[in-house]
C-alpha cells in the first residue's frame, strides 16, 4: 500500500469515568486544529476532560481524509487516565 497525504478531519471520543458516567465529544478537528500530514510526518497535541472521578478511560475514533483503504474511521484503544495530583474534582474535594 503507498504511504498517502492525510488531513485529520473530525474526531469523536468516549470518555467514561469510574463511576459509569459516559461523556462523548465530537467535532472538526483536535484543539481546534485540522493537520495536515505527509507520510511519517506525525502531530502531537494536548486536551483534558472535566470528570466527577479522578480516574476514567477514553476511547474513540479519528477520521482522515483521504479515508482509510476501506474506508473505515480508525478506532482508538481504550486508554486509562488518572487525574493529576494537583487537580480537585469539580465537587470541590
Not at 52 to 58: A, L, R
Amino acid at each position: 500500500m503507498k504511504a498517502r497525504c492525510r488531513r485529520l478531519l473530525t474526531r469523536h471520543w468516549i470518555i467514561t469515568d469510574a463511576n459509569g458516567n459516559v461523556k462523548e465529544t465530537r467535532g472538526d478537528g483536535v484543539v481546534g486544529e485540522q493537520p495536515y500530514l505527509k507520510p511519517g510526518q506525525g502531530f502531537r497535541y494536548s486536551s483534558g476532560a472535566v470528570i466527577e472521578t479522578p480516574v476514567g478511560t477514553m476511547q474513540g475514533a479519528i477520521r482522515w481524509w483521504p479515508m482509510t483503504d476501506n474506508n473505515s474511521m480508525p478506532r482508538s484503544p481504550r486508554s486509562g487516565w488518572r487525574c493529576p495530583e494537583y487537580c480537585t474534582s469539580p465537587m470541590g474535594g
